[in-house]
DNA sequence: GTATATTAGGTGCGGGCGCACCTATCTGTC
DNA sequence: GACAGATAGGTGCGCCCGCACCTAATATAC
């Protein structure tokens, strides 16, 4: 005997729900978003957001260390990331002038091109796949409920 | 000139609200959880998660397949994890006698320990980091919201 | 000024995992 | 029965990335 009871503590079913729930969308939708950037693209999810970072930042460059803070990677991955991407032309690398330890990771008119062709389809995906499923209304509550977990003091509602 | 007006197709704000925010939260959250499961058990999350859903199980054992149906990793992944598992004594593997091709990982009594151990620290974390952060009724929504994303019959609201 | 601590970026090493492929087995057709 | 195709699990190869550490440069203390 003592065979059953042996349970473990565990999250009730309604935080089963919502913190599985999560785990599960997410690693669906990066799945089908790692192979749809790779066969259209041959980029992977993390070059491509490195990519469209810097489509955003002033002059398209970012220092290495601005891109590994909120990033997935740490700067030894972004190191990597700058390095490959800088191998097949999309960015090119340039120390910096005001602190000769840093380097910045620049978006060349090449990176940019293929910035729009993946960030096309991308968008697409991304809205068939998650966010045509909600409302103006619930992506705004959705982003809020992100805000609230990021900032720890924002714990009103 | 042609410098400016260089943007490329992007999310609305809206849409990078809701978006963004799910990656941001599912890195950060993942990261203290993977540290968390390290220091305290010397296993990885999709350890951790093999672990569990063992527990789960009739009989504590699960086919290998199954246990890669619904999981982050492939077959090869789920099959490296188990290897692990049994080589510090917390699975062990057995021939399935109605399918000889197959084979069944089994939690072991030393796994469901360190399951106990492990969960017990995880479920504090994730509630402290996420689900307490939020009302019964706002995770039952977001379980909801989950359910949408899974099943693309369910569009309607 | 010099000495020390800190920081930016890069790298050798080791581990994890997907892809493609292998073997063994099961299933279906004939 | 024989045989083709599908399936379960495992593995060699290669890629990716974190950790620990390195070098060069900056910041701080004295």
Redesign the pocket.
């Known amino acids: 005997m003592a065979d059953h009871e042996d349970r473990v503590a565990d999250f009730t079913p309604l935080e089963a729900g919502a913190w599985g729930g999560l785990l599960g969308v997410h690693g669906r939708l990066m799945r089908l978003i ?2 749809d950037l ?1 066969e259209r693209c041959r980029i ?4 491509f957001e490195v990519l469209l970072r810097l489509s955003w930042a002033e002059g398209r460059r970012m ?6 803070a909120d ?14 991407l800088e191998r097949v032309g999309l960015v090119i ?1 340039e120390s ?1 002038p ?8 620049i978006l060349t008119d090449a990176g940019l091109a293929m910035l729009r062709t993946a960030l096309d389809g991308h968008v697409v995906l991304v809205r068939a796949r998650f966010l045509d499923r909600f409302g103006p209304d619930e992506l705004e509550q959705m982003a809020a409920w992100w805000r609230r977990v990021e900032d720890p003091d924002d714990m009103a509602r």
């Open positions: 790692e192979q790779a992977s999810h993390v070059e220092r290495i260390q601005d891109l590994a990033s997935v990677l740490t700067r030894s991955g972004i190191s990597r990331v700058v390095e490959r690398r910096a005001e602190d000769r330890r840093g380097a910045y990771a």
